[in-house]
């Protein structure tokens, strides 16, 4: 019996001899997918109407007022700018269908809805430009900019005041088009 008990212990020592630790891996695949958000809303002002009326507008334009202010607001994940373009080269009359008015007779002044100006000057409206200011800007969160219209007024680039151009009476219209980019 001695010699059994030897036979089984030697086998259950020899067994334990030979097991090795147990160890396993597990793969975890971990993925990041970024979308480039980019987002333009006009949040007030998106039909702009200027009504000439008396002889005082005629010569000095109507300058900006809430009324004639654009409000919009960008949300983008990355740096971006803004440009706007006109869609035609000038404003066409609605009545006639054959009168114009130049883009340059429009004015704008770009600023923020905190009644912050980012740009201070008067710029007249021209077929393409880039919203300067906002050339560049800081991806995050929701940006908001104001335009502040102005028709027939003195600044740089603006055409002479309305009432020495002799221009037809008619309504005249323009779409203009705001496109935010990724810088």
């Not at 010699?3 to 030697?10: H, I, R, T």
């Not at 969160?141 to 309305?162: K, R």
Request: hydrophobic share 40%; no cysteine; proline share 3%.
């Amino acid at each position: 019996m001695r010699k059994l008990l030897l036979g089984v212990a030697m086998l259950l020592f020899a067994q334990m001899g030979f097991g090795q630790m147990v160890s396993d891996q597990a793969v975890i695949p971990v993925s990041v997918t970024l979308n480039s958000i980019l987002r333009l809303t006009v949040t007030s002002g998106g039909n702009i109407v200027f009504v000439f009326n008396t002889i005082d507008q005629y010569e000095n334009g109507i300058g900006g007022t809430p009324r004639t202010t654009t409000t919009f607001q960008v949300s983008s994940s990355r740096d971006y700018s803004i440009t706007m373009v006109p869609e035609n080269g000038t404003f066409i009359g609605l009545e006639t269908g054959n009168t114009t008015f130049a883009l340059n007779n429009v004015g704008y002044t770009l600023g923020t809805t905190d009644g912050e100006v980012i740009d201070t000057d008067l710029h007249a409206l021209a077929a393409t430009q880039v919203l300067t200011p906002v050339a560049g800007a800081s991806a995050g969160g929701n940006h908001q900019y104001t335009i502040q219209w102005e028709v027939g007024t003195a600044g740089a680039g603006m055409a002479a005041a309305l009432s020495e151009q002799s221009l037809e009476t008619d309504i005249y219209v323009n779409n203009i088009f705001l496109t935010l980019a990724p810088d």
